[in-house]
């Protein structure tokens, strides 16, 4: 089973930068597509991006592209998300999760097996 923790949430003025991390252990990274999604106080958790497992795929929500960017490293068992030009809305707890099937680049919130504890990222002045 994966286990999935995420990293490199904090406090951030509008217009910059968070990377945040998502470590996996347990079993290869490289069987899994990865998603990472959001929740801010309220509403729904949403996805923000998604990578494959093969051939590294991407997707992303239309609120964040051309902002942020999802890559991954199966070596090191890490999928990272690259966040700029923040804005208040990005505001959330974000999470990282995992599914084995099917392979691709959707990831619905409902369609993950695995899931971390998530990571508050906050934008304000």
């Known amino acids: 089973q994966l286990q999935l923790v995420e990293s490199g949430g904090g406090l951030v003025q509008p217009g910059g930068s968070l990377r945040l991390s998502c470590a996996t252990s347990?079993?290869?990274?490289?069987?899994?597509?990865i998603g990472w999604f959001r929740q801010a106080p309220g509403k729904e958790r949403e996805g923000v991006s998604c990578?494959?497992?093969?051939?590294?795929?991407?997707n992303y929500a239309d609120s964040v592209k051309g902002r942020f960017t999802i890559s991954r490293d199966n070596a090191k068992n890490t999928v990272v998300l690259q966040m700029n030009s923040l804005k208040p809305e990005d505001t959330a707890v974000y999470y990282c999760?995992?599914?084995?099937?099917?392979?691709?680049?959707?990831?619905?919130?409902?369609?993950?097996?695995?899931w971390g504890k998530g990571t508050l990222v906050t934008v304000s002045s």
């Open positions: 347990g079993d290869t990274l490289d069987f899994y597509t």
């Open positions: 990578i494959s497992r093969s051939v590294g795929s991407t």
């Open positions: 999760a995992a599914r084995r099937r099917p392979d691709g680049s959707n990831c619905p919130v409902g369609g993950m097996n695995y």
